[in-house]
C-alpha cells in the first residue's frame, strides 16, 4: 500500500440515530504518524466517530478511508489493520499477563513464528517484564493500562485507537503513558486518543474538537492558540467574587467569565486587551482587585471560545465535571 | 482451526481453569443433583403412621389388618377407642390413614357385603393417592379371596385350586417400581439443559460486563468464530458432566444402562442445540450476570415441572399437556428413558428426534439473529 499523507480522512462523515444527529458532516484529518486529541464533552460524537471509524458502525451518510481503506465498503478489512483500546481496558482478569497477549495475539492472527518474539517485545514495551505470569487481575491501575495498550499493540497496528485511555488512573501513570504513546507517535504509529483532561490535549501534534457532532476546531494546540484564539485570559483575586464576576460579564470588552476556586478567569473579547483593563475596571466599580495578571489560555479556553456566548458557561460546566469525575459509570457513556 | 477461533477456545479453557469454583460446581452439582432427586424424591410412599378403630374384635377383621401392614404400605400404630380419638389423631397429623373397622364386621362378611372405612389425610396428595390405591388393593384382593372361598364351598371338587382370577401385573423396564429409576435418567436431561443455558449466557455476558466484549467487536473476530469458541468448551463440560452423572446413576444408583451409549451422546446433541440456542438468546437480552442467571431460572422451572421429569405427563390438566409438548426436555426425556431404560433403538426415538430438532435449529438461528444485533 502506498504511504497515504492522511492516516484517517473523512468527508462529511455523518450517522443519525433515528432523528438524533450523533455526528453531523464531519471533516477529519488526521496525519500519518501524528499523536491526534479527539476531544469534546460527552454525548457530543465522540464515540459514535470512533465507532464508526474502526468499522463497527455504518456511517448514515458520507465515507472515509482509515489507512487507505474504504469504511463504507471494506469494514471488516479495517478492523485487522487497526489497534483499539477502551477505557475499559478489556483485559481478563483471570488470565496472566502473557495469556493476555497471547490470546489477543491470536485473534489479530499474528502469525505463529512471530508470536514469541512479538510478546516479549510488548512486555518490554509496557515494563511488565518479570511479570508474565502474574494474573491480570492482580496488577495495579498503571500496570494494567500498559497492559491493555500492549494487547492493542500486539498485532503491530500503524494505526491505534485510544479511547479514554487515562480515566480512572493515578497521575503518575498518567504521565508515564502519555510519554509511551509519545514515543509510539514518534516512531511513525498513528494514534487518536480521545480524553477529558485537557492538561493532556496541550500534548498532542493536533487536535480536533467536537461538540453537538460538529468538529469546530482542529488543528495543533499552537496554531488553535495564536491563529484562532488571540484572546488574553486574565486571573483575578478580588474580594466579592460574586459581584465581580456579575459586573465583568456584563462589561463589553469581556467575553467570558468564570470562577476558578477563589479567582475568577476572564477571557478578554480584543487581542489588544491587558491585565490592567481589567484592573482598572474593577478599581473604578470600588473593587480593587488584590491580584490581577495575564495566565496562559487552556485549551478548554480555546474550545470554549467556539461556542456562542449563551452555551459558553454550560460547556465549561461539562468540561469541568468530566475531568472531576472521570471514570464514568460504564453504560452511561454516550456519543 | 484459525488462529482466531483457537484463541477463543484457548481462553475459555482457561478460563474453566482457574475458575476452580465454577469447574468444581460444574462437576459437583451433577452428582449433588443425582443424590438429592435421586434419593429424596419417593413417590411411592410407604410407611404410612396409620390408626385403627377396631370394633369388631373378629378373626376377619385381624386379617384383614395384617394384609394391610403385610403390602408395608401401612404401619399400624395407634390402636384407638373412639371416633373422636381417631379424628384428632389425623387432624394433629400424627396419623395419615385412618381405618374403622364396623362391630359387626365379621358378620357382615359372612353375608358378604362388609364395610371398612378408611380415613385419608389427603392434604398431601401423594401420601393420600399412595394410601387409597394400596388400601382399595388389598379391599378386592380380600374380596376375590372371599368369592374364592364361597364358590370353592359350593362346587366340592374344585379344592386347591387357583382364584378364578388372577391379575398379575409385570412392572417391566422398572420391575420394583423404584423412582429412582425413573428421575434419574431424566435427570441427565435437565442437567445438560443447566449447565448449556447458564454457562453459555453467563460467559458472553461476563465479558460484556467487564467491557472485553467491546474489545472483541472491535477485533477481527467473526461473530459465528465467538460463538463457537464458546459453544465448544461448553459441550466438553456438557459431556463431562452426563458422563460424570451416567456413572453415578449406574453404580450408586443401580440405574440399568440398557441401550446404546454412542447413541445417547449423539441424540444429545439435537437437544443441546436448543439448549445453547436458549442460552444465547438470554445473553442478548442480559446486560448483567444476575439477570442471566434469573432468566435461565425462568426456563428451568416449567421444563421441570411440566416435561415429567417428576411428574407423568399423563396425570397433567389438557393445558398442561400441551404445553408440554412445547418443550425439548419433553422430547429428550423420552430418549435419554427410552435408551438407559428400555434399551430401544433409533427406529423407536425418531418421533421425539423430529420436534428436537425442530425446536433446535429454529431457536438456535432466532438466537443467533439477535445476538448478532446486539453486537452492531
Known sequence: ?335 | MGSRLLGIIAKEFIHLRRDMFALVLALAVPVAMLFIFGWAINTDVKHVPTAVFEQSGSAEARSFLDAMTNTQYFDILYWVSSHTELARLIDKGTAKVGVVIPPDFGRQLSRQAADIQVIVDASDPLVATSAVNAAAAIGAQRSLQIITRTVEGASVGRQGEPPPLDVRVRAWYNPDLVSAIFIVPGLIGALLMQTTITAMAVSVVREREKGTLEALIVSPIRRWELLLGKIIPNLVVAYGQMTMALLVAHYVFDVPIRGSLPLLYVLAMSFMLGTLGIGIFLSAVSRTVPQAMQLTFLTFLPSIYLSGLLFPIEGMPVVAQYLSALIPLTYFLRIVRGIVLKGVGFSYLWPSLVPLLIFGATIFTLAVLKFRKTLD
Open chain 1, 1 to 335: 500500500m502506498s504511504a497515504e499523507t492522511y492516516a484517517v480522512e473523512t468527508r462529511q462523515l455523518t450517522r443519525r440515530f433515528g432523528k438524533r444527529v450523533a455526528v453531523d458532516h464531519l471533516d477529519l484529518h488526521v496525519r500519518a504518524g501524528e499523536l491526534y486529541g479527539f476531544l469534546g464533552p460527552n454525548g457530543a460524537g465522540k464515540s459514535t466517530t470512533l465507532r464508526m471509524l474502526c468499522g463497527i458502525l455504518e456511517p448514515s451518510e458520507g465515507g472515509g478511508t482509515v489507512l487507505g481503506i474504504d469504511l463504507v465498503a471494506e469494514p471488516e478489512r479495517i478492523k485487522s489493520v487497526i489497534g483499539y483500546m477502551s477505557q475499559k481496558f478489556s483485559l481478563y482478569d483471570e488470565l496472566t499477563v502473557d495469556e493476555n497477549l497471547t490470546f489477543y495475539a491470536r485473534v489479530y492472527e499474528v502469525p505463529r513464528a512471530q508470536r514469541a518474539a512479538r510478546l516479549a517485545q510488548m512486555v518490554q514495551l509496557a515494563d511488565l517484564s518479570g511479570r508474565e505470569s502474574q494474573i491480570a487481575g492482580t496488577l495495579s491501575g498503571g500496570y494494567r493500562q500498559r497492559l491493555a495498550l500492549a494487547c492493542a499493540l500486539v498485532h503491530s497496528p500503524r494505526l491505534i485507537f485510544l479511547d479514554e485511555p487515562t480515566a480512572g488512573v493515578d497521575p503518575v501513570s498518567r504521565r508515564n503513558f502519555w510519554g509511551l504513546i509519545r514515543r509510539l507517535a514518534d516512531q511513525g504509529t498513528t494514534i487518536i486518543v480521545t480524553t477529558h483532561y485537557m492538561d493532556e490535549a496541550e500534548l498532542c501534534d493536533s487536535l480536533g474538537f467536537i461538540y453537538q457532532g460538529r468538529l469546530i476546531a482542529q488543528g495543533s494546540p499552537a496554531t488553535i492558540k495564536t491563529e484562532t484564539f488571540r484572546r488574553p485570559v486574565v486571573e483575578v483575586e478580588v474580594d466579592d467574587l460574586r459581584r465581580a464576576s456579575d459586573l465583568l460579564a456584563d462589561w463589553d470588552a469581556v467575553e467570558e467569565v468564570v470562577r476558578i476556586g477563589t479567582r475568577l478567569r476572564v477571557v478578554l473579547g480584543s487581542e489588544h486587551a491587558t491585565a490592567a483593563d481589567v484592573g482598572g475596571f474593577l478599581s473604578r466599580a470600588g473593587l480593587p482587585p488584590r491580584w490581577v495578571h495575564e495566565v496562559e489560555p487552556s485549551v478548554e479556553d480555546l474550545f470554549v471560545s467556539f461556542v456562542d456566548k449563551e452555551r459558553k458557561a454550560r460547556l465549561r460546566e461539562q468540561l469541568r465535571a468530566l475531568e472531576l469525575n472521570t471514570p464514568l459509570p460504564p453504560g452511561e457513556r454516550a456519543g
